[in-house]
């Protein structure tokens, strides 16, 4: 199970597992995103090179504009994830 939502705040939440079943779904919110965001891990159990590879298209279309992503609340299995792939240089990460 996966949901992505976008909070009032232009925060995006993601909870469950987001993994190439639900590239598309995650992929319609996030170009609905067309200013800097927070986005929440704090629900997220599992992410896929997939659901990498959504949040690394995001962010390169956001920083073309001058904007971008900032990851927050990542469990330490996604912080190691995005560390090994070296997607830690591409996104601010807290």
Known sequence: MFDIRIAED???I????LDASQVD??????????????VDFKD????SSAG???LFAAQKRLKDGGQ???LVNLNNH???VFRYARFDTIFEIE
């Open 44 to 47: 997220l159990e599992y992410i």
């Open 52 to 54: 990498l590879g959504i």
């Open 78 to 80: 996604i912080r190691d």
């Open 14 to 17: 993601l909870t469950g597992r």
């Open 10 to 12: 232009n925060k995006v």
């Open 68 to 70: 971008g992503l900032k």
């Open 25 to 38: 779904k995650a992929r319609a919110e996030l170009d609905k995103v067309k200013l800097s965001a927070v």
